[in-house]
Each structure stands twice: as C-alpha cells, then as structure tokens.
C-alpha cells in the first residue's frame, strides 16, 4: 500500500485485479449490475463485522 497522508490508497495492480474480478462478463467495463453485487457484498461483510464485534 502507498501511504497518502493519513490514509493508505490500494496500488494500481490491486485496483485492476478488483476490476477484473468484478467484470463478470469479460467485456472490459463494470456495468451497474456487476456494481450492485459488490455493494451488496461489501453490505453483507460490514454488517456480519459489526455484528461479530459490537
């Protein structure tokens, strides 16, 4: 990670590699389905963390 001041920013390769990950269907962009299913993951992981530590 780069440190940006007194956040830590992801490096290039990582940013792809979530990119790709996410393009489900190969065409080269994230269109807003593919979004929808990392907001809804990223949800879901938030509140299982917040629940197992609370």
Same mark, same amino acid.
Not at 36 to 45: D, N
């Given at each position: !990670? @780069? *440190?940006?001041?007194? !956040?830590? *920013?992801? !490096?290039?390769?990582?940013? =792809?590699? @979530?990119?790709?990950?996410?393009? =489900?269907?190969? /065409?080269? =962009?994230? /269109?807003?389905?593919?979004?929808?299913?990392? &907001?809804?993951?990223?949800? &879901?992981?938030?509140?299982?963390?917040?629940? =197992?530590?609370?």
């Amino acid at each position: !990670r @780069i *440190r940006d001041g007194h !956040r830590e *920013r992801p !490096r290039g390769w990582a940013v =792809e590699k @979530i990119m790709q990950d996410l393009d =489900e269907n190969g /065409d080269g =962009e994230v /269109d807003f389905q593919e979004f929808v299913v990392l &907001v809804a993951t990223l949800t &879901v992981a938030c509140n299982t963390f917040f629940w =197992e530590n609370a």
